[in-house]
Nanobody, 120 residues
């Protein structure tokens, strides 16, 4: 089972960026995005139930981020807009095998992470 993130990079304040997470090896009931900034704990960013596509967002990114999934490609995306310096972090994709709380970090599989840096 693999989760491969891509799309991170260095952007300016107010820019947009799209992260991708390609899953292989199994299907997931829930896929989520978390992030971890230096010296901080990993935090929930967004998650989506694979069946039905119901999304959930952290308050800090709601209205700026959009999570979506592509059945055919078994890929989940995180479209980020109006980026701020405080959005800078390593972003991780994660997959949960069975339905549960989207926001809790008890996901079964994790990607290696992709760095997002927002420069002011």
């Amino acid at each position: 089972v693999q989760l491969i993130e891509s799309g991170g990079g260095l952007v300016q304040v107010g820019d947009s960026l799209r992260l991708s997470c390609a899953a292989s090896g199994r299907a997931f009931a829930i896929m989520g995005w978390f992030r971890q900034a230096p010296g901080k704990e990993r935090e929930f960013v967004a998650g989506i139930r694979w069946i039905g596509g119901i999304p959930d967002y952290a308050e800090s990114v709601k209205d700026r981020y959009t999570i979506s999934r592509d059945y055919a490609k078994n890929t989940v995306y995180l479209q980020m807009s109006s980026l701020k310096p405080e959005d800078s972090a390593v972003y991780y994709c994660a997959g949960k095998v069975v339905l549960g709380a989207v926001r809790s970090n008890d996901y079964d599989y994790w990607g290696q992470g992709t760095q997002v840096t927002v420069s002011s």
